[in-house]
């Protein structure tokens, strides 16, 4: 009986083992079918136990992908073809070892990594490999199931990316620096002159003092400004705006120091200096192709005779007050009306007005973009808060207006850190004594 009762059991344990067996063939015929599937997409399906020295399953593309035959492949061959791996996933930006390590203690569920290989043949390829911890009942690791995947041309056109982004951004690098230069150079040209005319003035002497604000919105700036020493007792003062702000804008202000130079003889008639620079724009503009104007106010002060000229071609009127009776006015009142800017009209014959100067007069210079900073309501800044900014301060030196002018502009902008436009001011204050 007891015989009997043992030859029952081995019995039901050989038809368990047929089980298993039938069950595992089945799986691995699943395995092979879905493997043979997703290789028509180039994917390469494996399972393999940590214990083995060999592949449960690997397909057959396996020797496509690696010139090694399923039968060659092993997970220490593999191994010694693979020449770098980058983890992907939850485990990207952690060191590899660390990695694997994760991998093996099933810290984590899925492995998926960029994997560089070396063929049978001796070419590179980039393989996909990705897959998912196999576990036992006790909740153990002891395999992995997964995939790999060609992803060769993948990674080379990534890699072709990061070098043109390597390359665009030592460009971008270099033009930095270059704008930079070419800031400091302009800066430079715009902010060099005497503080005091005439320069050798003594403290009885009749004579102008200088103070001004620039801020270009961008790296380069379109506004300008220069102060040129005309005789012993003659200076004059060209304020501009290029249309537009950048390296075009900054290439014509270039453009219109050049010109300084060539114009000094004639510094004096401002008529002609505006027509000089109206025609030359012009020209220049018009044979390039390029859509730009500048607008420019000409000024020259005769500090001897107290006698201030004045051409203006399509620029804010300036700003006068006097530091002893306040009240602010517009020059040249008879003579409102804007005449074209600079580059628009060839051979335009630019009026010309006067007035007579006074003791602690002060002339403010400025371009459009004082006045056009907005707020978050897209509400200008406008030219009467500007009136009104200097009209309180008319008592204060220059200097001083232009400083709170700065941090109320800044104020009302909610104190943003770049301007949309470029902010230049230039002021002038005679000091002719008593």
């Given amino acids: 009986m007891m015989l009997f009762q043992n030859k029952k059991h081995l019995q039901s344990i ?16 699943v395995t092979h079918n879905f493997s043979a599937a997703l290789e ?30 399923a039968q060659e492949m092993t997970p220490a061959v593999f191994d010694s073809i693979s020449i770098t791996a980058e983890p992907q996933g939850e485990l990207a930006d952690i060191a590899l070892d660390q990695a694997y390590l994760k991998n093996r203690t099933g810290a984590v569920n899925q492995w998926i990594a960029d994997t560089k290989i070396r063929t049978k ?5 980039y393989l996909l490999d990705m897959s998912t911890l196999l576990r036992d009942s006790s ?3 002891y395999g992995t199931l997964g995939i790999l995947m060609d992803i060769t041309e993948r990674k080379n056109v990534e890699q072709k990316l990061k070098q043109t982004t390597r ?89 219109v120091r050049g010109l300084i130079e060539e114009i000094k003889p004639i510094a004096m008639e401002n008529d002609r200096v505006m027509q000089i620079l ?40 300036p700003i006068f007050v006097n530091k002893e009776s306040g009240p602010i006015i517009t020059p040249f009142a008879l003579k409102r009306e804007a005449e074209p800017a600079c580059g628009l009209m060839h051979d335009y014959q630019y009026t010309v007005s006067s007035r007579p ?34 009209q309180e301060q008319y008592a204060d030196p220059a200097e001083t207006v232009l400083d709170t002018l ?29």
């Avoid at 136990?49 to 020797?63: A, L, Q, R, W």
């Avoid at 043949?121 to 390829?125: F, M, P, R, T, Y």
């Avoid at 104190?415 to 902010?423: G, R």
Wanted: hydrophobic share 35%; aromatic share 10%.
């Fill in 167 to 255: 390359e665009l951004k030592h460009k971008n690098e270099e033009m930095e620096l270059d704008l930079v230069t070419a800031r400091e150079i302009q800066r430079a040209l715009l902010t060099k002159y005497d503080k005091t005319f005439p320069a050798n003035a003594v403290s009885s002497d009749p004579k102008l003092r200088f103070n001004d604000l620039y801020i270009p919105a961008k790296q380069l700036s379109g506004d300008f400004y220069y102060i040129l020493p005309i005789s012993e007792y003659c200076v004059g003062i060209l304020i501009g705006d290029v249309m537009g702000h950048g390296i075009r804008a900054s290439l014509i202000t270039a453009y």
């Fill in 406 to 434: 700065l941090k109320t502009i800044k104020s009302f902008g909610n104190n943003k850190t770049e301007f949309d436009d470029d902010l230049c001011m230039v002021t002038c204050t005679c000091d002719f004594g008593q």
């Fill in 278 to 317: 109206n025609n030359k724009l012009y020209s220049v503009l018009s044979t390039a192709r390029i859509s730009s104007f500048v607008t420019a106010a000409y000024m020259t002060i005769d500090v001897k005779n107290r006698i201030l000229r004045y051409a203006n071609a399509g620029h804010p009127h």
């Fill in 121 to 125: 043949a001796g070419d590179i390829k």
């Fill in 139 to 141: 909740g153990r690791t």
């Fill in 14 to 29: 050989d038809d368990l083992k047929k089980r298993i067996a039938q069950l595992e063939e089945e799986l691995k015929k």
């Fill in 357 to 390: 100067l006074f003791h602690n007069d002060v002339i403010y210079l400025y371009t459009d973009g004082v006045h056009d900073v907005k707020n978050d309501k897209e509400e200008f800044f406008g030219k009467e808060r500007l009136a009104s900014h200097i």
């Fill in 40 to 69: 028509q997409g180039k994917a390469v399906v494996y399972s393999r136990n940590f214990t083995s020295e060999t592949y449960d399953f690997i397909g057959s593309g396996i020797k496509e992908l690696t010139g090694y035959s």
